[in-house]
């Protein structure tokens, strides 16, 4: 069975009733970290930090340096991306060293202008180039107009396979 972490924007609320949720049935839930926002989300999982988790899968415990030398970045701005990651609870540490304790990740969120329904859907996959049509999703989410109903789900079931 795969480890897979689901990262996701979800309010206060949301990480509340699915931790009831799993104290009333008592069964273990999937495990989840929640972002207050896109913005949050997308500001704490840069491309650099991608890269480290992508290094990280599968390695086991890593020193930072090793984790510096196989993402080939100065120990330095490794340093800063790592302890953001350990800051949210991607990555955990112990006397070993840094270890990602996934196997893959699934990334989900929706985004909503102030009205209801949304009027596009994007669904991305870890197996498909984060480009939609001719243009990569950062510049896609940087030319949302907010005045516009959008839902965007970001879907990636298998990220580092």
């Not at 069964?27 to 500001?43: H, M, N, Q, V």
């Not at 996959?125 to 949302?144: C, E, H, N, T, W």
Request: with cysteine; aromatic share 6%.
């Amino acid at each position: 069975m795969t480890n897979t972490v689901t990262i996701g924007v979800a309010s206060r609320e949301e990480i509340n009733a699915r931790f009831m949720r799993a104290m009333t049935t008592g069964k273990r839930t999937a495990p989840f970290i929640g972002f207050a926002d896109e913005r949050a989300l997308w500001s704490t999982l840069t491309p650099l930090r991608w890269d480290i988790l992508k290094a990280m899968t599968g390695a086991g415990p890593l020193e930072l340096r090793e984790i510096a030398r196989r993402v080939g970045r100065d120990v330095r701005g490794v340093h800063t991306s790592v302890h953001a990651l350990l800051a949210v609870g991607l990555i955990e540490r112990d006397e070993a060293g840094f270890r990602f304790p996934y196997d893959a990740v699934h990334v989900d969120f929706v985004l909503r202008a102030a009205c209801s329904t949304p009027i596009l859907s994007v669904s991305l996959f870890a197996d498909v180039p984060m480009i939609v049509g001719r243009m990569p999703l950062d510049q896609l989410l940087s030319k949302i107009n907010t005045d516009n109903n959008i839902e965007i789900s970001v879907n990636q079931p298998n990220l580092f396979a």
